[in-house]
Nanobody
Framework: QGQLVESGGGLVQAGGSLRLSCAASGLTFSSTAMGWFRRIPGKENEFVGGISRIGTVTDYADSVKGRFTISRDNAKDTVYLQMNSLKPGDTAVYYC???????????????WGQGTQVTVSS
């Protein structure tokens, strides 16, 4: 079975930046679209962004558009989420997921990581 492992979370001041990484194993990474989701305390799991198999198509939630950037390195089987201008409202557990194509629906993804905590202080 495919496995995804997130890393790079931590504590950062508002206005700061973090880069999350998601390393994949046990799947054909270059044939898989990747998505990032987050669970904000007290809220439903929400879509953050997605990237197609070779990175030519990306999609972002309005709440992060212009601040977050998704990229991937298929040679390293890794997808990244660069987060800039972080706000306290971005505090959440961030998850990466692998699917057949970019979609905002959780049902479109076959594999999920265990998440990494991001905390933004004011």
């Amino acid at each position: 079975q495919g496995q995804l492992v997130e890393s790079g979370g931590g504590l950062v001041q508002a206005g700061g930046s973090l880069r999350l990484s998601c390393a994949a194993s046990g799947l054909t990474f270059s044939s898989t679209a990747m998505g990032w989701f987050r669970r904000i305390p007290g809220k439903e799991n929400e879509f953050v962004g997605g990237i197609s198999r070779i990175g030519t198509v990306t999609d972002y939630a309005d709440s992060v558009k212009g601040r977050f950037t998704i990229s991937r390195d298929n040679a390293k089987d890794t997808v990244y989420l660069q987060m800039n201008s972080l706000k306290p409202g971005d505090t959440a557990v961030y998850y990466c997921a692998a699917g057949r194509f970019v979609t905002r629906s959780r049902n479109g993804y076959d594999y999920w990581g265990q998440g990494t905590q991001v905390t933004v202080s004011s």
